[in-house]
């Protein structure tokens, strides 16, 4: 009986989370699937820290933007425990108890109240991601390419590769590889970038579109070597310049 009752009370859970991203959430509820833990932490974006509802499951984390606290959120993100890897970051002047928190796609400082639920946290992530690991024959060295940090607009005046000023008509950017408050100027270049989006051209500094061509031109030279023959006609870049 008490087994029914945890396993009701759990899908009621499930259930309210996956109602207050309304239908522009993904489907959250599956039989196997337990909250394992929720909350209010801050998010450090583009445009500086923000509040986000996180809810901890033993599959998956999902965060979203906080329309009524508790009952609606909205912008759900869902990223698979396997996929996560939690970096332990030192107390600044303006943020304490954070932490990083990498993944393929998207990779974000996060903040919580105290020291003691920033621990709770990342120590109930890694406990659901091993139990993850372990049920699918996985290893926690397992190779894979991680988004880099969006530095905040706020934390650069100037672009940060040719140090243009930025102003009201010199807007800013961020280069999707390394992260980078950039000008338009150099901003320009696109590249697909297969670990954030496989098909979609997305902004890059100069710097790294150079660094990511390599890659392409070393990966293309490794495939002649090894089956004789070219296949420049896979090379997924563009050189085309932003039309905003």
Not at 91 to 106: F, V, Y
Request: glycine share 4%; aromatic share 8%.
């Amino acid at each position: 009986m008490d087994q029914l009752m945890t396993a009701q009370y759990n899908l009621e859970r499930v259930q309210a989370v996956a109602r207050s991203f309304g239908s522009s959430g993904k489907r959250l509820l599956r039989q196997d699937r337990i909250l394992v833990r929720e909350g209010t932490l801050l998010k450090q974006s583009r445009r500086g820290l923000q509040p986000k509802a996180f809810f901890l499951f033993n599959d998956v984390l999902v965060y979203g933007s906080i329309v009524l606290n508790g009952r609606w959120h909205k912008k759900q993100q869902i990223f698979p425990l396997e996929n996560i890897l939690l970096e332990d970051v030192e107390d600044g002047a303006r943020l304490k108890n954070q932490w990083l928190i990498r993944t393929p796609k998207k990779c974000f400082y996060v903040s919580a109240a105290s020291y003691e639920e920033k621990k709770a946290w990342i120590e109930n992530i890694e406990d659901c991601k091993d139990k993850v690991l372990q049920s699918r024959s996985r290893s926690r060295s397992c190779s894979l390419d991680f988004a880099g940090p969006m530095i905040p607009e706020q934390a650069s005046v100037a672009c940060m590769r040719c140090t243009s000023k930025f102003t009201k008509i010199q807007r800013r950017y961020h280069c999707r590889k390394c992260g980078f408050v950039v000008c338009s100027t150099c901003s320009r270049k696109r590249v697909v970038i297969k670990h954030i989006d496989p098909t979609k051209q997305l902004r890059v500094c100069p710097t790294c579109h150079i660094s990511l061509n390599k890659d392409v031109h070393n990966s293309i030279r490794m495939r002649w070597d090894s089956a004789g023959k070219s296949t420049e006609e896979e090379m997924e870049y563009s050189e085309e310049e932003d039309e905003d």
